[in-house]
């Protein structure tokens, strides 16, 4: 059996559908199975046969970290590290979803696996602490980091601009951070490549789309397609801006584009250009 934890998030819902869509045999959890409680996690997971976990949860709030760190350690670094516990316990496999945010976005060629750390933030600081724990804990981990993420679940980028195309007549978006979009069911099609094949190939892992880009440049891509598609009807003007006209509490990195080379290696994976992807989404909501 499957666990997915954090099963009502965004990734979560993707897969638990991609899962049933392919006759897995899978049980979701999420609010109601508390990950910073090993001993809830220990109720649940007896005498299920569980032979894969995969976490989904996290505690994504990038600027409400700086101010709630301690939570954001607690969920990110303690349950991640519980779960994996749980996980050599009963001798299951973990699959655990990181961040590109681990790395400091200073680079200016695509991070590989082994490149050095170098997280900005509460947030980064505490997905990485999370990777440790769950090193420490077994060997028998996949970590996948990932960027971007989208999906018809829960609040993102996309489902952000498309409201906005039909609310205002012009938009800034950030035009100096480069990175890879990717959409949750490709993600979830990856995760479920890992289990089909039971793999053993243990280890940090890249995935994204293919095809880099920048906010600015996204934003103009969703619109686009949203405009062909009938899903905007307006004219929207989108205006390139530095991120520095929009303060935060934490640093974003310049530049989080991931070196895809390592997991194209894991039998059933692939990798779709963001733009086709973002089409077939777009096609998907329509």
Known sequence: MIWVVGADGMLGKELCEYLACNNAVFTGTDKDCDITDIQVLMSFSTDKNISWIVNCSAYTAVDK????SELAFLINEA????LAEIAKNI???IIH??????????????????????PLGVYGCSKLAGEYRIKEKTGKYFIIRTSWLYGKYGNNFVST???LFNEKESLNVVNDQKGCPTWSYDLAETIYSFIKFDSNRYGIYNYSDSGETTWYEF???????ALRKGIVHSKVIINP???????????RPLYSVLDLNKITAIEGVRIYPYKESLDKFINSIK
Do not use: H
């Open 65 to 68: 970290a700086e101010d709630e």
């Open 79 to 82: 349950g991640a590290g519980n």
């Open 91 to 93: 001798g299951a496999k």
């Open 97 to 118: 979803v990181s961040t590109d945010y681990v790395f400091g976005g200073s680079g200016t060629k695509p991070y590989r696996e082994d490149d050095p750390v170098n």
């Open 161 to 163: 601009m498309l409201r």
């Open 219 to 225: 934003a103009c891509e969703i619109y686009k397609l």
């Open 241 to 251: 801006v530095p991120s520095g006209q929009y303060p935060s509490k934490v640093k």
